[in-house]
Structures are given as structure tokens and as C-alpha cells.
């Protein structure tokens, strides 16, 4: 054959193959699992519960994971728990990681009846009692969702025995709060039955969790009771800065439409509190409108990065960074890409965008894997050993990506390990000329740190928790010995 | 020798085929009619949602000059409850297309479109230049997805209504709105 003949041939058999090499992204149960720079410390199979947030606080001398879960699936509504041996709507895991390498399971506390977002109790924050103004002394605070009716307070000082304090309950959403345990002060993501929106802010002061104070409610303008005409996106979740940065940073939207909103939190917690739109107008300082095609899913607030390349710069050598991860919604990448985005709000009333980051789709087919493809959320845990170094970016199939970011203008992925699959990974469906086509394909949802440096992922298709640590040049990045 | 042109021009003559096939199955023709209806291109820049079906049906059909736009929202919808409240059409049925600023005129009602419940409203869209029009909203739901649709015109809301809902329950629509509603 001559030598284009040979080309030719080779580009057949290539286009031929093609859903072969496809087919070969597909995971497979047995396979080692995906990594580069992090490895594998230890897992729990969480019942086989879908996970979402995680919380790790260390309490006492013990490491406990607090877990969210969504709501059961169609086929296993409320897996059993081997612990009780009764089916349980999904609620909360509680894992002892003080042994990284050896968690244990201590209790699963069921949450609200219903399947995928519909149910479980997906969100928890913890504040020792100690810490907060009027809390018992000798308490933990577990503050979660109970699908999304009600917000719960449970002491949880023996997390194996948790008690119920609080509940808030008469809600038609609830969403990521955030709680400021120094204060007390809660931003509750809720839906209130009047409101015209899905999800907005309730402000709580939970200083004495027994005794919760509403402060007032808090949304957009149009979102508001008795308001008309075009109603904003929803809320996704707020992170605050508390008294001391005085800012709160709420983000709007999933996957389409979204924005930062860059809120004074003194004027948010002291200002005129009846919801009319000028009243609600005016906390807000800045607000970052996204494209149309992604939302804020995360608002991860990191003030005064010192930025090496403007170090030399007489004005301008540190800079307020907010890193917005917007949330893949769809499987198959059937929606524009979902990733991660870095704003410069020194300048508080002209905020703007300078980077972004995503996973290249072919290193990995991640299209054609199954599930869906794309950010979601990133660690929460300001603790020094990563904050404004590191970012850990949760991406469904393509797993945890772990990010240098102490140059927000360029981070540059440093790490990735996507979990293995296991008998209990559930499947993640298209639909093909009108028929389901399923895959089965990790789905990484969301990710926390501690303090010790331990990575936590959470699988949304009920794989389980796995606990990561990083290697080689990523623990040089983090400057871990 | 000679074969590597030709099997190149095979190649890209298949590709160019099965592309044209593609777009003849999926794109609408601008001339296409549903009954008195005249279709005609989605008049509204890029959003965070594709673009849909737009139609226009003029007095001698329906009593005066009628607008419809019709899209699915994939993934934008509570996969349990649906549209389960008037709010819920408020926020998501493509009035703010034509206005931000718009008025309910009363509770909606339930309805369903191509076997899919939902909600129907009507509403008073306060436009730009300071004239008022009546306007329809629609929004159904499957699973987690949605189907929306927008009615407005110098017809009053009733006439709207009627006129709305007579072309999305023609076969063609049905038969679109299903399809499209999976992504084909």
C-alpha cells in the first residue's frame, strides 16, 4: 500500500473503533481507580447512600465526618441500615475518621421520606457549644436539613447518640446553609411558603440553638411577597465572612443564569427587615452577573491573596478572590460545561472574572462515560492548611480535582483521583430515541477538608465516601511535609 | 493510488448526507403551517435555554394578530411536585422574554399539554413603550424537565388562551413537544 493508502486505512479503522475507545472510558467494577498526585487513605461504603455534604470537625480527640445524603432512589428508596437492620430513608452518616485508613460507621440518622432531591437531609454544619455565645458548654451542634421541610439542631456531643434540639420546620425548600459559630448568626436556605422562589435566605440567630431568633428574610428584589413580573434566579447557597470581613457572599443559579451577590452583612443583620424590594436592595454591594450558560453554586470567599507576579506592584499586590463553582446538572454533557471561575472583587463595586478552569473532556471521554460531567462544588474549610493555596473541585465522572490556586489568575490542576465503581454504583440514564440508555460512572459531588490535610469525597450515585491524601508535587504545593 | 481521493470525497459526501438528514429532521421549515399558523424564526437573542418553536397567526385566522413561542427547559423543574404552583409559571414560562415587568390577572389553572400536566396563567405584560398586552403562560412538566410556552397579542386573554392551547394540542405539536421534550 502506498503511504496515503496506509493513512487512509489507519483513519478507517480509527473512525471504525471509535465506540470502541469510547466504550474503553467506561468503568468497570474491579478496575483500580483513576489518580494522579492523591491516593486512596481509606472508605466507607455509607450504606450505599447518595452523598452529598460533607463535614469534618474535630471534636475532642476524635475526627468525625458528618454526611448529607439525597433522598433513596427509584429502585431503593430507604437502603436497610445493617446497623438497625431496617429500611431508613436517607438522612445523615455520622463516620468516626479519627483512623483515616479505618473509618467508622457510628449512626445513620434518617432524614425526610422521598427520592433524589425530593428527600434525605443533604446538608450539615457543626458548631462546638463552646464556641457559640449562648450554646451548652458541653454540646456539639449538628445543624442539617430535613429534606426540604424543615432545618434540624441536634447535639451530637456522642455522635453515635445524637438528640434533637430544634426543629424549624413549614418550609417548601431548603438548600447550603451557612452557620457563623463564633456568632451564632445562621443563613438558612429556605423556602419560605410566601416567598415566590424556590429557595432564598432566612437569617437566624442560633447563638442558643434550643432557642432559635428569626432576624428576617432576605432575597432578591422580585422574589419578595405580593411582587410581580420577572422573578430572579433562585439561591444556591451564602458563605459569610462574619463580623469581621462583614460581608456575606451569596451565590444564585446552578447551571444557568447565575451570579455573585456581594452582601454587607452588618446592614444585612441591622437594616430595615420588612421584604420590600428597596429594603432587600439595600445590603447588597456588588452583584457579578455569570454568562446564561452557568450558575453559582459555591461562592468560596478568599480575601487579601497575596498575588507573587504583583508582588513588585505599588498598588494592587494583594487582591479579594472569589472562586464560584457552577453545578452540572444534566448527564452526558446534554448542557453548556459547568466549571469553576475566579473573580477579583478588590474592587468591591466593579467585580470581574479573570480565570476559570475545567477538566479536559478527552483526557478522559468524560462525555461518553455516563453521568454527568463537570463542577459542582468545592471544600468549604478555611483551615490554613489549604485555604488560598489549594481548592478541591468535586467534577461527578472526572472525580476530585485538586488545584493550585496561589495564582487565581492561572490555577493550575496539580491532582485528580476518581473513585473506583462498585456493585453498589448506581446507573445514570439518557435518553436515546426515546428509550433510557444507562451508564454507570462514578459521580463525585462534593468535597471537604480537615485540618489534618485529608481530602473527603462524597459519590452521589451511592458509591460511598473515600478519603484521600495527596502525593508528591501536590504536597509540596499545599506545603505539607 | 488513485483510491485516496475517492474514498476522501466518499467520506466527506457520507458525512455531508447524514449531516443534512440530521438538520431536515430536527430544524424547523420557516414556512411550515400548523393549521392557520405560520411558523417563523425564534425572535429572541441566545439565553441560558436553546431556542424553541415560534408561530404567528394573523387576524383573518384568529381574530387578531396572535404570537406563540414554545421551548422545552431541560433539567429546570422539581422532579417530584412538577409545576406545582401559579409562582412556579411566573418564574420559569418565558414572559420576561417580552417583558420583566408583568401582572397576573388571576389564579391559573390546571392544564395538560401533549399528556403532560401543568399550569396555564394569564397575565397583563407591561412592554417597553408603555402599551399593555394580554399575555398566556404555560408550563408543563415531566419528570425533571419542562415544556414552556408563551402567548401574547392584541387578542384579549380568553381569545389567547384559546388560541394558544388549540395549536399545542395540534398532532404536529404534540408530536414535537414529545420529541423534543427527550432530546431529539
Known sequence: MSGRLKLAASFSILFLAYPGIASAQQQVIGAPPEERNMKLVGASDLQARSGYQPTIHHQGDRWIAYIGHHGGSDDIPAPVNPQTGKAEPNGTSIVDVTDPAQPKYLRHLPGQEGKYESGGAQMVRICDGKALPKGDRNAVYMLRTFGGEAHEIWNVADPANPVLITRIAGLKDTHKNWWECDTGIAFLVSGAPDWRTRRMTQVYD??????????????????????????????HGPISTGPSGNRVYFGYGTNKGGFLQIVDREKLLNGPKEPTADNLRLPEIARLAMSAFNGAHTTFPMPGMPIAEFAKDKDGKTRDIVMIVDEAILNECNEPRQMVWFADITVENRPMMISSYTVPEATGSFCERGGRFGAHSSNESMAPVYYKKMAFISFFNAGVRALDIRDPYHPVEVGYFIPSITAA????????????????????????????????????????????????PARVVAGIQ | MRRWPAIAAAMVALGALSGAAAYQHVAPRQDERTGAWQEIAWPFPRDGWPAGKAFRCGVAACGAEVAVYVRPKIGFCNCDRGVADDDEVDRVADLDLMSQHFVPRAPGDVVRIADMPGRIRAYDLNMSDGSRHAAIGVAVSRRCDLLVAVAHGRADAPELRRAALELLATREMTRWAMAAMEGR
Open chain 1, 206 to 235: 442560633l447563638s442558643d440553638p434550643a432557642h432559635p431568633q428569626k432576624i428576617r428574610d432576605f432575597g432578591l428584589p422580585g422574589q419578595e411577597p405580593g411582587s410581580t413580573g420577572a422573578v430572579p434566579t433562585e439561591l
Open chain 1, 425 to 472: 454504583t448506581d446507573k445514570r440514564c439518557v435518553k436515546i430515541d426515546g428509550k433510557d440508555r444507562c451508564r454507570v460512572a462514578i459521580q463525585t459531588n462534593n468535597v471537604e477538608t480537615d485540618e489534618r490535610g485529608y481530602v473527603y469525597i462524597v459519590d452521589r450515585a451511592n458509591t460511598g465516601l473515600h478519603i484521600l491524601e495527596l502525593t508528591g
